[in-house]
């Protein structure tokens, strides 16, 4: 095992030192990409994206990488910090939202809130000035920037949307009770869509996979699939192959627990329901 060695961390920016510090590791033991590909027992060509920061992979190969290397947690030290840069999570925003408009489907998991493509102007105005802490102006472009988002739903070649919620997410309220039973109606006529399809995982299934990680798997057009996570502060693509079937497994998995379609539109009616009658305070 070669011996841990001190990253030098050639660049203050995080995505580009992670690179940096990855090639400069396999080049001093005199590895090519594949032969390290069949040492780590993972593709090398997620090696060579990762080398030149077009992904940042998962833990699971930073890990495995830590391990190889002898580097203790390093690597993934560093990984956590590109993870985490503001920058780079706008950029892959930014692709995320080009991938989205372009995809012919998209499959969802939300373990605590509703997803952006079925919420009401009070969900999103409220969700964004909360957590983000955006008012005034900048408040107004964003929630007016999402609600557009929901357009691609529509029409003709509109993609086919799944999205599993969470018992968590329904039964987290906005504080005017009228926005809440709006935002309600309005999940329930989503659903009536050809082309939407609303699943509902209730708190009797226990823990499970998935249970703390927003998810959405983006299906292209040449039927290659990348999946995207997301926190509340970043979000990461899960684009190598195998990394991307077993996200797929886990959420497979979820559906599973999940209640049928038909049933998840009772639960959304019984929770409108009992909205109506709670008490005004």
């Known amino acids: 095992m070669p011996a ?43 090696f060579s994206k990762l080398e030149k920061g077009e992904t940042l992979g998962g833990p699971e190969v930073i890990q495995a990488l830590d391990q190889y290397y002898g580097t203790g947690r390093t690597l993934l030290a560093l990984w956590e910090l590109a993870v985490a840069d503001p920058t780079q999570f706008k950029e892959r925003y930014r692709r995320y939202m080009t991938l989205e408009a372009e995809a012919i489907s998209l499959w969802h998991y939300a373990p605590y809130l509703l997803p952006g493509l079925l919420q009401t102007e009070a969900y999103a105005r409220t969700l964004m000035g909360t957590s983000s802490g955006l008012e005034g102006d900048e408040l107004n472009r964003q929630v007016e920037a999402r609600l557009g988002r929901q357009a691609l739903l529509e029409g003709d070649n509109a993609p086919t949307f799944r999205t599993i919620l969470s018992e968590t997410a329904l039964r987290t309220p906005l504080p005017i009770r009228a926005q809440w039973q709006e935002q309600l109606e309005h999940l329930l006529a989503a659903g009536d869509r050809r082309n939407v399809t609303i699943q509902v995982v209730l708190h009797s299934a226990g823990l499970y996979a998935l249970s703390n990680t927003d998810l959405t798997f983006l299906k292209a057009t040449d039927g290659r699939t990348v999946a995207w996570v997301e926190t509340a502060y970043s979000g990461e693509f899960v684009e190598e192959t195998a990394a991307v079937d077993r996200l797929q497994l886990r959420y497979d998995l979820v559906r599973d627990l999940a209640l049928s379609p038909a049933d998840s539109r009772k639960f959304i009616m019984r929770t409108l329901e009992e909205t109506s009658c709670e008490p005004s305070i």
């Not at 920016?13 to 990409?33: H, N, Y």
């Open 4 to 46: 841990r060695r001190v990253v030098t961390g050639r660049s203050q920016e995080p995505r580009k030192r992670f690179a940096e510090e990855l090639k400069s590791l396999r080049t001093e033991r005199g590895l090519s990409l594949r032969k390290l590909g069949e040492v780590a027992g993972w593709d090398w060509s997620l």
